[in-house]
């Protein structure tokens, strides 16, 4: 159940998305509320980066495009197959992390997914326990969870699987060009346009249940941009810059992620990783350039050679590969 404080930012921005500009007065007599609650709701969604706008009469209007997710119109976007291999699916308006309300739920059953989906989280998780910055509605968040019936010795390599379908997602949406920064970044023009993050569990009769998160920069403000760069690594860069043509829509876009995850998920289950080694080293951000690679007790420079067989990343260094495995290790060009 949303909360009513939730409810009433929800119906506020639908309204508002219909509307050029709408007072406060109109927006108070629509929804049941009084006016202070609805200039108290403005400023929350202000607070959270929605581009909303006042004037001293109270007047509201959006500043610029905001389209929420609905779960109606995934569904109808989403492949019949893909549709009925869904055990579950929530959508919620604000969340502290999508992999965390998906790692609270039982296990779905093999070859199902479960979907957990929303339009902001406050402390959603990148790699190296950072936090996922995004500001409301200017990112798609979402969490994938599948259960493999048995311990599968590959399955360190999923977080390479996984990249390949996000950029295939993108691609399929007007966003070609993406590259691999290994393990789990997605870079356009050298910039950071969304990340994964894997978190991995084992239960009592070994099967392993993975949850992965994803995160894309769909539409950043300025503000945003700052906060995200205060966080230290690469400059962000969201899917109007990158589209070849239109930024897609924002469910579009969602449903396109699901889809091609979901099948990644089934040919990984059957295939293991090879599948997705040509892909991966073809979009390969890095190869064969001089990076620096940080690890809890040392750090090494050489130069990135691809991936091997099981995705781990092959580092030159005093003319030898020295195979570095995705666990806390941060790659950054030298």
Known sequence: MMPPEFDHQRWLLKILAAQDTVSADELAAKLSLSRDDILTAVSELQGLGVPLNTDKHGNCCLDGELELLDADTLRALLPTTVHASLASMQLHWQTDSTNQRLLELPAPPPARARLCLAEYQWAGRGRHGRSWQAPFGGSVCLSVAWTFPRAMPEVAGLGIAMGVAVRAALDQCG???????????????????????????TGQDAATTVVAGIGLNYALDESSRAAIERLGGLAPVDAGEASSGDRPGRNQLAAQVVTHVVHALTRFASSGLEPFLMDWRAADAYRDQPVRVSMPNRDLAGVARGIDASGALRLETDGRIERIISAEVSLRPA
């Open 175 to 201: 966003i070609p060009g993406v590259q691999l920064k290994w393990p789990n970044d997605l870079l356009w023009g050298q910039r950071k346009l969304g990340g994964l993050l894997l978190e991995m569990r």
